[in-house]
């Protein structure tokens, strides 16, 4: 019971520590603002090329916006151990009594914040530059926006413990979810896809998160992609867990922990 | 010169060391917009593509959008060496070089051609990937000319840019963000994927203030004979006043930055 409460304590000690990083640089938010926005704002535009079709450029928006809660995650999370690794103090995170777990859950509790707020800034920004404004079945898209977000988290707990091993992965991890939002059809329906690389689409969880999310903004069934968003958060996270923990394992046995 | 070319040695090799940063950089200009294509290949099954083509002037979308992500490889591969002053500074090595014997310009052309000699190899393998792959083709009579003198006035103003966000980095510490912002901000004001006319208009005014906004278009007015702005004579001449304005611009404060900053000291991160 005493360890669990340390735990607890540390988990809410690293969490406090991410937002007050927000508060010391103040100019982060703003960026973030802007940021969220201008990445995927080409797109956007791109789609008012077409016409003006407000449920084509919906269509668009919720799944680049989907697409967002997994980079938001894969950095945030993924490679958050990588930034931990270049303020140097992962190795005394991994001597205190958290653990590097702990550290990411932190850093997943931090990047679901961060998301939220991600997702209030582009429809912000969507309504006032593209006059779009969201209307859904909202009991629907906040499931499968929260079932997302646990299958995703789990996904960048693996991209997590390849950081860990391999400590550079920025270039991969760019491919990575770039490569994932192109399978997953953010801005078209996978259907258009080649047969063979529909395959691959269906094995990724924001696939089903975007599917899911479009039908319910549609106010259509979303029940086989939250049981798929379900499978995914029961496979990914425990994988996820299992990986980190023996990347931890085998960094202490090599004491390369704090090494870039 | 000898240190100039050492500098540049250097970058290259350092470039190379990490290759899985290599197989990135090489697939970026096309994943950046597959999307854009996946997006117009479905518009065109469902019948949308008459839209694109009432408002590009030309149906061929994979040309337009892959001309977007060429040519800002380049100009992001010359003003993006900020974050490479940025890195001197992590690394703790900014006043070292500083303290050498390699003049200020002679860093940045370094560093900028080490950049561009990559964007040269990444873009040429994105475009022979999409010519195998699903066929490219300009189409009509390209004025190749025209496209060489754009784009290489669109490399001046680059430096231009390259020149403010080195100033700017070295007298504020904290200038990472504004950079990041410029960096966000920038392809959707200059239009990568669409054209800015599609912008609402307060955003286009800053769009037009860009040189990148005009080289672009009028890229794609050359080699795909899509409608630019404006007539093409004016809008290359433009291009070329705002490369002037920008480059003359971007070493005076360049200078006026790098003596404040060198005042309050280098080291200070």
Same mark, same amino acid.
């Given at each position: 019971m005493g360890m669990r409460i340390d735990k607890m304590r540390g988990l809410w000690a690293l969490f406090k520590c991410e937002l007050l990083y927000w508060r010391v640089y103040p100019l982060n938010l703003i960026n973030d603002f802007i940021g969220y926005f201008t990445w995927i704002a080409p797109f956007l535009f791109a789609a008012t090329l077409f016409g003006d079709y407000k449920d084509f450029q919906i269509f668009i928006a919720v799944g680049l916006i989907l697409w967002n809660w997994l980079v938001i995650f894969f950095w945030g999370v993924g490679y958050g151990v990588r930034h931990t690794i270049d303020q140097g103090v992962l190795e005394s995170i991994a001597a205190s009594p958290t653990s590097v777990h702990t550290l990411l859950i932190a850093k997943a509790l931090i990047s679901l914040v961060q998301n939220i707020f991600a997702t209030a800034s582009i429809l912000f920004w969507l309504w006032l530059l593209l006059g779009l404004t969201l209307e859904a079945h909202w009991g629907k898209l906040f499931l499968i926006v929260a079932l997302s977000s646990v299958a995703l988290s789990g996904l960048a707990l693996i991209f997590a413990a390849f950081v860990i091993w391999v400590k550079e992965a920025a270039s991969i991890g760019d491919i990575i979810h770039q490569c994932l939002g192109l399978l997953s059809g953010i801005t078209f329906p996978v259907y258009i896809l080649p047969a063979g690389v529909r395959v691959l689409s269906s094995l990724i969880p924001l696939t089903y998160a975007i599917k899911g999310a479009r039908n319910a903004v549609l106010g259509e069934c979303i029940v086989l992609e939250a049981m798929m968003l379900v499978l995914f958060a029961v496979i990914t996270v425990p994988l996820g867990w299992y990986l980190v923990s023996a990347a931890d394992r085998k960094l202490r046995q090599s004491g390369t922990w704090g090494e870039y | 010169m000898r240190a100039t070319l050492a500098l540049l040695r250097y970058s290259l090799v350092n470039s190379l060391r990490y290759r899985i940063d290599v197989v990135g950089s090489t697939f970026s200009p096309i994943l950046w917009v597959l999307p854009a294509v996946l997006m117009a290949m479905w518009a065109e099954r469902i019948g949308l593509i008459g839209d694109f083509a009432e408002v590009t002037g030309t149906y061929n979308y994979i040309a337009f959008f892959l001309i977007g992500g060429v040519y800002w490889n380049f100009v992001e591969a010359v003003w993006g060496i900020a974050f490479s002053l940025r890195e001197q500074m992590f690394t703790g090595t900014l006043e070292n070089l500083w303290a050498s014997s390699i003049r200020r310009l002679g860093i940045i052309i370094a560093w900028s051609l080490a950049s561009l000699l990559a964007a040269t190899i990444f873009s040429i393998i994105a475009i022979a990937v999409v010519g195998v792959t699903v066929g490219l083709d300009v189409g009509g009579d390209p004025r190749w000319g025209i496209a060489i003198s754009v784009f290489v006035l669109s490399l001046i103003a680059s430096y231009g840019f390259a020149f403010l966000l080195f100033g700017l980095t070295l007298r504020f510490k904290d200038a990472e963000n504004i950079v990041n912002i410029i960096a966000n901000v920038a392809p959707l004001l200059g239009g990568?994927?669409? #054209?800015?006319? &599609? &912008? #609402?208009l307060p955003l286009r005014f800053f769009s037009y203030a860009l040189p990148f906004t005009w080289g672009l278009d009028a890229l794609r007015g050359v080699l795909l004979g899509a409608e630019t702005i404006l007539p093409l004579t004016m809008q290359v001449i433009l291009i070329a006043v705002l490369a002037a304005f920008f480059i003359g611009f971007g070493w005076i404060a360049f200078i006026a930055l790098e003596r404040r900053a060198r005042r309050e000291g280098l080291s200070i991160f």
């Open positions: - | 990568i994927i669409f #054209p800015v006319t &599609l &912008l #609402p």
